[in-house]
């Protein structure tokens, strides 16, 4: 009898021991019997062990399936890292039969100018870089030249990309140069197509992997090339358990297993660019010239932006209109008493859906009818405050009758697929749709031909979010959503806001905000410091607090970490259990990590390495 140490996939325990009356090799796949029904689950071979001195349950069979010796130091470096069981980590993970990739040379190459020429020969002599490229400068060239380089070696490249990104637009151009020697990889793709994918990889067909996050733990056989493209993007790093960055893990793989690794943005986090080595490509390769207009009204649809509205329309041509929120309206107040229709099970107000006549939490869900007097005061007056992407296209309609335009809402309440997504953009560069109205999805790197206007709404609210990054991630937003009009010919760029001095200095000059950031950010903040942040959840408000000051009071102990502060979190209820957060603070991962694995024992507590949200 042997006896092996494994990871129950999907498992939030520790690994656990099983015989067995066959051998297994470490990193393959078994089914076991599991949980106190013994249900078949399956399982990761660790190691062999020798006969422990408690009864243990029979391994039932090998699978034929592995984990990959690079999946398993990701696995376990994700483990490390982000705190959490490794058994857990490895749900995530795709496993398959080990093949072989054989070379293919695409029929169709690109011509790179001799900037491009020269940004392609700097990259390819570093391990990791930064290919800080304005929006139209031709970083997709550089990188399919980068990738056609791996295929011909019959080795495999990652392109990964934000989810909203992997349109079927960007599958089309991919299949112009690697025709069918490519997958794409993220959520929306069905189970059917995933099996397809998986079983072309297992085939050794597949040399290219475009994908969102998750396709970083794809069982690759011969990775050699990680793009990152749209690096700054939020959407590489998990809200969810485990709080992966799959920017910082692109880097971590390429470091451990000589994978040559490159970022890429028009708008690059000011983390990448003070650790990357990196190529700055200016220009475009359309001749655009851009006009900024400042509207310093309030949130709305102001004398100013219907004035340039109606240009666009008188001209004939397009315009995308940008609101960071969904919904028709955001919160409802009452005049009254000025108080917000909030979730009773999140300390949140409640969003409006106008024509489903509804209240929804955008956090636990929760829905019910819109009230009609307010419960605090029992007054009549309720009125919507904050403007969304619903009640806007209304209002353009209303506003702009004289023209009868074609109004699309291009968000995630409208855009819940990928057919849907395919057919609006089709419609719009078909100039079906006159104005498209939308939220972040708009910024994500759509090619929109006809556009000679972007408005840019609510940039206020997000710049002054309580969150270091605020300022980056407020300027990065605006300059991606105003690279969409003018991709040829003139075009004018709206910011409705009241900080034009901010939008002035920066919008055409991120090189500078990223050098005055650096010094504003020095002792501070990433990337000079690294942070943890520690959240508390439990139905017992009082118990969450004595939690969170009996840890703070030991943290204040400790010399090599600061705790920068504790209390309440913004958001100070989710799914009816009360919030408390500690955010500590350290000149190196190391002593936070100790910190997070001690937090561990507290199952009413998460930990996040590396934050982006701060609520």
Same mark, same amino acid.
């Given at each position: 009898?042997?006896?092996?140490?494994?990871?129950?996939?999907?498992?939030?325990?520790?690994?656990?021991?099983?015989?067995?009356?066959?051998?297994?090799?470490?990193?393959?796949?078994?089914?076991?019997?599991?949980?106190?029904?013994?249900?078949?689950?399956?399982?990761?071979?660790?190691?062999?062990?020798?006969?422990?001195?408690?009864?243990?349950?029979?391994?039932?069979?090998?699978?034929?399936?592995?984990?990959?010796?690079?999946?398993?130091?990701?696995?376990?470096?994700?483990?490390?890292?982000?705190?959490?069981?490794?058994?857990?980590?490895?749900?995530?993970?795709?496993?398959?039969?080990?093949?072989?990739?054989?070379?293919?040379?695409?029929?169709?190459?690109?011509?790179?100018?001799?900037?491009?020429?020269?940004?392609?020969?700097?990259?390819?002599?570093?391990?990791?870089?930064?290919?800080?490229?304005?929006?139209?400068?031709?970083?997709?060239?550089?990188?399919?030249?980068?990738?056609?380089?791996?295929?011909?070696?019959?080795?495999?490249?990652?392109?990964?990309?934000?989810?909203?990104?992997?349109?079927?637009?960007?599958?089309?151009?991919?299949?112009?140069?690697?025709?069918?020697?490519?997958?794409?990889?993220?959520?929306?793709?069905?189970?059917?197509?995933?099996?397809?994918?998986?079983?072309?990889?297992?085939?050794?067909?597949?040399?290219?992997?475009?994908?969102?996050?998750?396709?970083?733990?794809?069982?690759?056989?011969?990775?050699?090339?990680?793009?990152?493209?749209?690096?700054?993007?939020?959407?590489?790093?998990?809200?969810?358990?485990?709080?992966?960055?799959?920017?910082?893990?692109?880097?971590?793989?390429?470091?451990?297993?000589?994978?040559?690794?490159?970022?890429?943005?028009?708008?690059?986090?000011?983390?990448?660019?003070?650790?990357?080595?990196?190529?700055?490509?200016?220009?475009?390769?359309? @001749?655009?010239?851009?006009?900024?207009?400042?509207?310093?009204?309030?949130?709305?649809?102001?004398?100013?932006?219907?004035?340039?509205?109606?240009?666009?329309?008188?001209?004939?041509?397009?315009?995308?209109?940008?609101?960071?929120?969904?919904?028709?309206?955001?919160?409802?107040?009452?005049?009254?008493?000025?108080?917000?229709?909030?979730?009773?099970?999140?300390?949140?107000?409640?969003?409006?859906?106008?024509?489903?006549?509804?209240?929804?939490?955008?956090?636990?869900?929760?829905?019910?009818?819109?009230?009609?007097?307010?419960?605090?005061?029992?007054?009549?007056?309720?009125?919507?405050?904050?403007?969304?992407?619903?009640?806007?296209?209304?209002?353009?309609?209303?506003?702009?009758?004289?023209?009868?335009?074609?109004?699309?809402?291009?968000?995630?309440?409208?855009?819940?697929?990928?057919?849907?997504?395919?057919?609006?953009?089709?419609?719009?560069?078909?100039?079906?749709?006159?104005?498209?109205?939308?939220?972040?999805?708009?910024?994500?790197?759509?090619?929109?031909?006809?556009?000679?206007?972007?408005?840019?709404?609510?940039?206020?609210?997000?710049?002054?979010?309580?969150?270091?990054?605020?300022?980056?991630?407020?300027?990065?937003?605006?300059?991606?959503?105003?690279?969409?009009?003018?991709?040829?010919?003139?075009?004018?760029?709206?910011?409705?806001?009241?900080?034009?001095?901010?939008?002035?200095?920066?919008?055409?000059?991120?090189?500078?905000?990223?050098?005055?950031?650096? @010094?504003?950010?020095?002792?501070?903040?990433?990337?000079?410091?690294?942070?943890?942040?520690?959240?508390?959840?439990?139905?017992?408000?009082?118990?969450?607090?004595?939690?969170?000051?009996?840890?703070?009071?030991?943290?204040?102990?400790?010399?090599?970490?600061?705790?920068?502060?504790?209390?309440?979190?913004?958001?100070?209820?989710?799914?009816?259990?009360?919030?408390?957060?500690?955010?500590?603070?350290?000149?190196?991962?190391?002593?936070?990590?100790?910190?997070?694995?001690?937090?561990?024992?507290?199952?009413?507590?998460?930990?996040?390495?590396?934050?982006?949200?701060?609520?």
């Amino acid at each position: 009898m042997r006896y092996y140490e494994l990871a129950i996939i999907g498992s939030y325990l520790d690994n656990l021991t099983y015989e067995s009356e066959f051998e297994c090799e470490p990193l393959s796949e078994v089914i076991l019997p599991f949980g106190k029904q013994n249900k078949p689950h399956r399982a990761i071979i660790l190691k062999e062990l020798s006969k422990p001195n408690f009864t243990t349950k029979a391994i039932i069979e090998k699978t034929g399936r592995v984990l990959t010796q690079t999946q398993f130091e990701l696995a376990s470096f994700i483990s490390y890292y982000y705190t959490c069981k490794l058994g857990f980590v490895l749900a995530s993970f795709e496993l398959l039969k080990p093949y072989k990739t054989h070379a293919f040379t695409p029929l169709k190459s690109v011509s790179l100018s001799p900037l491009q020429t020269k940004a392609y020969d700097f990259l390819q002599e570093q391990s990791s870089s930064l290919l800080f490229a304005d929006t139209g400068s031709g970083k997709t060239e550089i990188y399919i030249s980068l990738i056609k380089k791996c295929m011909q070696k019959g080795e495999q490249a990652l392109l990964l990309m934000p989810e909203i990104s992997l349109s079927p637009q960007m599958q089309k151009r991919l299949s112009v140069y690697f025709e069918d020697k490519f997958i794409m990889w993220h959520s929306k793709i069905s189970k059917k197509k995933k099996d397809e994918a998986l079983q072309a990889l297992q085939n050794g067909e597949i040399l290219l992997v475009a994908g969102a996050r998750s396709a970083l733990n794809l069982p690759f056989n011969k990775l050699k090339l990680i793009i990152v493209d749209e690096e700054h993007d939020n959407s590489y790093k998990a809200n969810n358990k485990p709080y992966i960055n799959a920017r910082d893990l692109a880097v971590f793989l390429g470091q451990k297993h000589n994978i040559q690794v490159l970022l890429g943005s028009a708008t690059p986090s000011l983390t990448s660019f003070y650790k990357q080595k990196h190529f700055r490509l200016r220009g475009t390769f359309y @001749e655009s010239e851009k006009e900024f207009i400042f509207d310093e009204s309030d949130l709305g649809l102001s004398s100013v932006v219907l004035r340039e509205l109606r240009v666009s329309l008188r001209a004939k041509k397009q315009a995308v209109v940008f609101l960071p929120s969904r919904a028709n309206f955001r919160q409802v107040q009452c005049k009254n008493c000025g108080e917000r229709i909030k979730c009773p099970f999140c300390s949140i107000a409640m969003s409006v859906y106008k024509n489903k006549n509804l209240l929804k939490c955008h956090y636990c869900s929760f829905v019910k009818p819109i009230d009609q007097i307010c419960p605090h005061c029992q007054g009549a007056m309720l009125e919507a405050s904050k403007i969304g992407t619903a009640e806007l296209c209304e209002q353009l309609r209303q506003a702009l009758s004289e023209f009868s335009p074609n109004i699309a809402q291009f968000d995630r309440d409208k855009i819940t697929s990928m057919t849907k997504l395919n057919a609006i953009l089709k419609d719009f560069n078909e100039q079906k749709i006159d104005i498209l109205v939308g939220t972040s999805m708009l910024a994500k790197g759509h090619d929109y031909h006809s556009v000679d206007l972007s408005v840019i709404l609510g940039l206020d609210e997000f710049l002054f979010r309580p969150n270091y990054k605020a300022s980056e991630e407020c300027l990065a937003l605006a300059m991606q959503v105003a690279g969409r009009a003018g991709r040829k010919g003139k075009a004018r760029v709206l910011i409705q806001s009241k900080q034009k001095a901010f939008f002035q200095a920066y919008i055409k000059d991120y090189d500078r905000f990223l050098q005055d950031e650096l @010094e504003n950010r020095k002792n501070l903040y990433p990337p000079f410091k690294r942070l943890l942040r520690l959240v508390i959840e439990h139905k017992d408000q009082r118990k969450a607090k004595e939690l969170c000051e009996f840890l703070a009071g030991e943290f204040k102990k400790l010399k090599s970490v600061e705790l920068v502060g504790f209390g309440s979190c913004a958001i100070e209820l989710i799914n009816a259990k009360w919030r408390f957060y500690l955010l500590l603070r350290s000149n190196t991962h190391t002593n936070l990590i100790k910190i997070a694995h001690f937090a561990q024992q507290y199952k009413e507590l998460s930990a996040d390495m590396d934050p982006n949200d701060f609520s």
